[in-house]
């Protein structure tokens, strides 16, 4: 799929929207607000509809006698867990499936291997708690980055990479700097130039234009895995990317989303068009994401002694 700002030039030409100034036109928020707001609309169908379309999986440690964990913060609502797993050794032959239980059900004070789980909020009480570590493998219905422009480009960067913190991030002076657009909303993430994020949700106090320094609030510590490199670029939000993480076919109809919503702001006669081809546009992705692949489900064992081993 195209990056965030062809897309805004493609809406810009079939809208009749390319005169535009500080003052005056349809100025770039309205439309990155629409293309997200397409974006939400498509991704809230999807995981309702087709629920392991749009699934990511996660593997975190577990820590003795310790039942609280947290609900990965792109975990869709914050609430659609697709299966948990675990693993006493930590050993990929040794995970087993913890069931999903009821807060009536809650174990207090007492550990050994995990058998379900109870949710409250964003986090999961694992019952009962691990009697050693081990690792537990989650797999869930993920959000998608927000869209925004590319409002920085990284000149240099020095990474902690024992403590995972940020010991210096530089940003370009001699190119674009929108930094009242990085600081507005307190968080930046940092992608590639395929809009891939690199790191999110870095929590930024201040930004030097003059040095381009980027002062990184006190206490931030990123995820294992992530990383920055210099001309990597910087976007507005704790968890946002230039490019939609949703499938290609996907892209028509965030244009047209787009355009439907700038004619109803210009009150053109042709949304009612528009609005006519959203409607067949919706029923295609559908029908396209309908059946994902033509491998037959088969009915779910529960008791593995089917599968010829026990637990």
């Known amino acids: 799929m195209?990056?965030?700002?062809?897309?805004?030039?493609?809406?810009?030409?079939?809208?009749?929207?390319?005169?535009?100034?500080?003052?005056?036109?349809?100025?770039d928020e309205e439309f990155l607000q629409?293309?997200?707001?397409?974006?939400?609309?498509?991704?809230?169908?999807?995981?309702?509809?087709?629920?392991?379309?749009?699934?990511?999986q996660k593997v975190f440690a577990g820590s003795a006698n310790v039942d609280t964990y947290d609900i990965p913060s792109d975990c869709f609502m914050g609430t659609r867990i697709e299966n948990l797993e675990y693993s006493p050794s930590g050993n990929s032959e040794d995970f087993y499936v913890i069931k999903k239980g009821a807060p009536k059900e809650r174990i207090n004070g007492v550990s050994g291997n995990p058998?379900?789980?109870?949710?409250?909020?964003?986090?999961?009480?694992?019952?009962?708690g691990p009697q050693s570590g081990g690792t537990f493998r989650i797999l869930y219905q993920r959000i998608i980055p927000v869209l925004d422009k590319r409002r920085a480009t990284v000149s240099s960067v020095v990474l902690n990479?024992?403590?995972?913190?940020?010991?210096?991030?530089?940003?370009?002076?001699?190119?674009?700097?929108?930094?009242?657009?990085?600081?507005?909303?307190?968080?930046?993430?940092?992608?590639?130039?395929?809009?891939?994020?690199?790191m999110q949700g870095i929590p930024v106090d201040s930004i030097n234009t003059g040095t381009g320094q980027v002062?990184?609030?006190?206490?931030?510590?990123?995820?294992?895995?992530?990383?920055?490199?210099?001309?990597?670029?910087?976007?507005?939000g704790k968890y946002s990317s230039t490019h939609s993480q949703l499938p290609d076919l996907c892209e028509k109809y965030m244009l047209e989303y787009c355009n439907m919503r700038i004619f109803v702001r210009d009150?053109?006669?042709?949304?009612?068009?528009?609005?006519?081809?959203?409607?067949?546009?919706?029923?295609?992705?559908?029908?396209?994401?309908?059946?994902?692949?033509?491998?037959?489900?088969?009915i779910v064992i529960i008791d593995p002694s089917y599968l010829g081993y026990e637990l």
Do not use: W
């Open 2 to 27: 195209r990056n965030i700002e062809q897309l805004i030039t493609a809406s810009r030409r079939a809208t009749s929207n390319l005169d535009f100034g500080e003052n005056a036109g349809v100025q």
């Open 34 to 56: 629409a293309f997200n707001d397409a974006q939400e609309e498509i991704q809230t169908l999807l995981n309702s509809l087709f629920p392991t379309i749009l699934v990511r």
């Open 115 to 128: 058998s379900f789980y109870i949710r409250q909020g964003s986090q999961l009480i694992i019952q009962p």
């Open 161 to 198: 990479t024992t403590s995972r913190t940020i010991t210096s991030l530089y940003l370009d002076t001699t190119v674009d700097l929108d930094d009242a657009a990085l600081v507005e909303q307190n968080y930046i993430s940092i992608v590639d130039k395929n809009g891939v994020v690199k």
């Open 215 to 236: 002062n990184v609030s006190a206490g931030f510590v990123y995820e294992a895995g992530e990383t920055i490199a210099s001309g990597d670029y910087a976007v507005r």
């Open 267 to 298: 009150s053109s006669t042709d949304q009612a068009e528009v609005a006519a081809l959203m409607s067949k546009i919706e029923e295609t992705l559908k029908s396209a994401f309908a059946q994902p692949d033509n491998d037959p489900d088969r």
